[in-house]
Each structure stands twice: as structure tokens, then as C-alpha cells.
């Protein structure tokens, strides 16, 4: 665990230890042949993890580096709750079945970040509700509630805000933090974890579990917080209410996830190296310091773009983004998937197979209105400026042929230097 302090630590990732000794005393137990668990907790209040969460992922990669053994912990449960943590007012409560769908597509995502197949340290998925679920309020009280002191529990920070507020705390969330004390309990007995790790606004509810564990099986466990990201601007990153990063490409496509990245500011270019990267901190400095050189080039961007665009969706997606970005810069669309084509951002207009192909340009670019008249549609032919697929239109009488239409579904549609238009070819 020293290893995966360190590098938390080096990479300005480490907000907080509960036991400053944690990690000598982990390091022996590692040394063991029984794996020693680690676990984040993951609420299904949405269908996809975001670029926030991607920080908490990648922590449980440097454990699993150390040899420990990551728990990916679904919170079916407690995702029907709701954490009142750095919020002002009550979540919109999710109904049983939208928190299960939610649940089952999670993690999915984390596919490439984490090791599963190591016999020792591969990582593992659990699910809150497979304990919480099968205890009455009885024996949850018994076995929770009993351990649990009032007066710590009103101390929280999280809780204070909220009884100051307009809006109050309900008994429900007020009782959250004991379901995820709970939670590090059972994971310790059944899956030998030693570990939570959370954001640096979980600190409450880590040290929930932490006294849970110690007050009912007399063991001593341990949490690490890591901060939360923000923009050299402020803004927070990856945020789970508002304009979210997703992981998943049905939410953000992969054009635009890598995009995100791309256009970071230079001043963001050092966090997101250290955080979202597993190059060594020699490697970093290197980048950091050819991109101090030639900033104009984006290189601390770039590389940051690529690793983490590849660690989430796989080489063949990571590809598919940069030829979209090429192809904003005015290069050739051979080899580009419709999806990766319909995932740019820029106008799109839906058109009939039968409105595209076999028409003359001057008629289609007139439908999709980049053009408003076809008189000044032929003024921009001649004058060279109208271009299908980045290729250049010579003559008002070109048609547009099928094998242009990218898939059968996408044409790129440029007027003068930087005006693209996508053309969704399809049935209504």
C-alpha cells in the first residue's frame, strides 16, 4: 500500500489518511497470501459513471499496482437513498427498478481501467442491496444502529450544513452514512477489505465505517480521501449534477469525450497529466516540458486525450476520435465510421435516402439550409469553396453518389474553411 500512497502523493491525488500508519501496516498483510481488499462505493443515481468518478477508478488501480484487491461497490441500496453530501437539498428519489437498470450498466466502463483476471488481485463488482436487501428494520438495527452514536453523527459536516439549511435533513438521509459504515463492515468480514477509498467529501462517512468496524469486531481499518478536481478556472470536473462527462458513449460520444481533453486549458495540462495518466512522473515532466516549448501544439493535451480516451473506450474508438478531429482540420474521411461522423459536433440535418443520393449537391445543400440560396450555393462552387466530404465540389452539375454517403448514413458537408454541416441520411 506504501506504493499506492506514494503515487497518490506524487501526483497531488491524496487528500487524507484516517491512520497515518495505514500503509506499513497494510504492507505486511499484502505480503500475505490472502488478498487484501480495497473498495469505492459507486451510487447508481445516474446510468453512467462520469469523469469525476474516473478519479476514484483510477486510485484503485494504483492499490491494485501495490497488490491490492479492488472492490468495485454498487450501491443498489443506498443509491435509493441518497447521499446528502455536499448538496443543499434532497436527491430526487429513484424508483427500484431505475436504480437496478442503472446498477447493471455501471461498471461496465471500468472494463479497461482495472485488472479482473488476476487470481489474487483481480477486481471484483458487489452490490449492496444483496445485504441490505435481506434485513428487516429490526436486524438492521440491531446490527448497525447499535453501534452508531447520535452526537458523532450530528458532527458530521454533511449533516450540519443541512440542518442549517431552509431545506432541512430528512431521518432518511440522515441515515446514510450508517449504511455505508454497514457496508465497510460487511465488506471487511467477507471480502477482507482494509481499504475505502472516496472523495475528500466522504471523509464523514468513511470514518463512519472506520468506528463501525472497530466498535463491532475490535479490527482497526482504514480510509483514503482524494480530492476533489477542479479547473485552474474553479470549475469542478466531471460533476454528477449539471454538464457531466460520462463515460459510457451513448451519453458523451467518444468525439467529444476526447474533445473535452483537447481543449483543456495550459494550466490544467499538469493535474490531468498526474491524475488521468499512468505515465511515471519522469515521463510527465518530460511532456510538460515539450509542451512548455511549443504550447500552441497542444502536446500536454494531446497525451492526455489519447491515454485516457484509450483507457475508457479502447484503441479502435481512440482512432476513430482523432480521424474526426482530422477531418475538422480539412482531412480525408476514408475509413471513418458513420457513428464516429454523426458524433462531431456541428449542425445536423436528417435526410431521406431518397432526398441525398442521386441529387445534384446544389439540391442537398440547399435542404440542409448551410447554404440559404442555391444562386449563392453556385457562387461558392466557383469560387472553390464548397466541399462533400472534404473533397472540393468542382461543378454545379455534381451529384451525390451512394458510395459517398459514409456507412449509408453520413455525409460531411463543409462550406469555406471551418462551416461543417452533417448530413444524417435516413428513414423517417
Known sequence: ??????????????????????????????????????????DPTA?????????????????????????????????MIGDPSMRSDERVM??????AENASRLTKSLENVLDFECPKTG???????????KMSAVDWMRDCGRFARVNQMMARDS????LDSDHGLSFLEFSYQLFQAYDFLHLHRHYNCFVQVGGSDQWGNIVSGTDMVRKADGKEVYGVTLPLLTTASGEKYGKSAGNAVWLDPLRTSTFDFYQYFIRAEDADVP??????????????????????????????????????????HGEAALEQAKRAAKVLFGGSCD?????????????????????????????????????????????????????????????????????QVI?????????????YHIVHVADP
Open 407 to 419: 456507412e449509408g448514413q453520413a455525409l460531411l458537408v463543409r462550406t469555406g474553411k471551418r462551416n
Open 1 to 42: 500500500m506504501s506504493r499506492a500512497i506514494q503515487a497518490l502523493r506524487q501526483r497531488g491525488l491524496l487528500a487524507g489518511l484516517t491512520h497515518t500508519g495505514a500503509p506499513s501496516v497494510l504492507d505486511a498483510a499484502v505480503a500475505s497470501s490472502k488478498p487484501v481488499g480495497v473498495y469505492c462505493g459507486f
Open 271 to 312: 493535474m490531468l497529466l498526474k491524475t488521468f495518466t499512468f505515465l511515471d512522473m519522469d515521463e510527465i515532466d518530460a511532456v510538460l516540458a515539450a509542451h512548455a516549448q511549443e504550447p500552441e501544439k497542444r502536446l500536454g493535451q494531446q497525451t492526455v486525450a489519447e491515454h485516457v480516451t484509450a483507457l475508457i
Open 94 to 99: 429513484l424508483t427500484a427498478d431505475v436504480v
Open 123 to 133: 477486481a471484483v463488482v458487489a452490490n449492496n442491496l444483496d445485504w441490505h436487501g
Open 159 to 162: 449533516v450540519k450544513r443541512r
Open 47 to 79: 446510468n453512467s459513471l462520469h469523469v469525476g468518478n474516473l478519479v476514484t477508478a483510477i486510485a484503485l488501480r494504483h492499490f491494485q499496482l501495490a497488490g491490492l484487491k479492488p472492490i468495485l461497490l454498487v450501491g443498489g441500496a443506498t443509491g
Open 335 to 403: 475509413g471513418l465510421s458513420a457513428a464516429t461522423m454523426l458524433a462531431i459536433d456541428a449542425p445536423k440535418t436528417t435526410l431521406r435516402p431518397a432526398q441525398v443520393v442521386g441529387h445534384k449537391v446544389v439540391d442537398v445543400v440547399g435542404l440542409i439550409g448551410a447554404v440559404k440560396t442555391k444562386a449563392e450555393i453556385r457562387r461558392l462552387i466557383k469560387a472553390g469553396g464548397l466541399y462533400i466530404n472534404n473533397v472540393r465540389v468542382e461543378s454545379d452539375a455534381a451529384v451525390v453518389d451512394a458510395h
